[in-house]
């Protein structure tokens, strides 16, 4: 099914120019930019994007970082958008990522792993209205 996914490119990728570069490995596997902004996420916001993480060990670390720098918020759709996506990022900890994957090529850790994207279909709808309004998602 057609499906829209929410994706952020994250300070250790908009810090080493890379934006580019993880754009070009969504459009090659068919994934559209409906929606995209550079933006500098406030404490509030991060610690509101990664409420369901609040009692992991990593949480303030994790909020820390993604305040770090400017990350990159997009909106990309494409047929089965989520898997796809998940597919292109790789493995969360970029020791597991498979080769030809973002992480695989540009992830430093676990926790400095260049992008995030949705989980699940709720998720994705969730995660795209905490950062886009309505109008901004232009397909
Ligand atoms: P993300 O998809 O953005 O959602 C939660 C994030 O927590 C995850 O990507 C990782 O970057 C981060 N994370 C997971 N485990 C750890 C860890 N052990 N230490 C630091 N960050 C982590």
Partial sequence: ALERTFSIIKPDATKRNLTGKIIAKFEEAGLRIVASKRIHMSREQAEGFYAVHKERPFF???????????????????????????????????????????????????????VHGSDAPETAAEEIKYFF?????VG
């Fill in 133 to 137: 309004s309505d109008a901004e998602l």
């Fill in 60 to 114: 303030g670390e994790l909020v820390d970082f993604m305040i770090s720098e400017p990350v990159v918020v997009q909106v990309l759709e494409g047929e089965n958008a989520i898997a796809k996506n998940r597919e292109v990022m790789g493995a969360t900890n970029p020791a597991e990522a498979a080769e030809g994957t973002i992480r695989k090529e540009f992830a430093l850790s676990i926790g400095e792993n260049s």
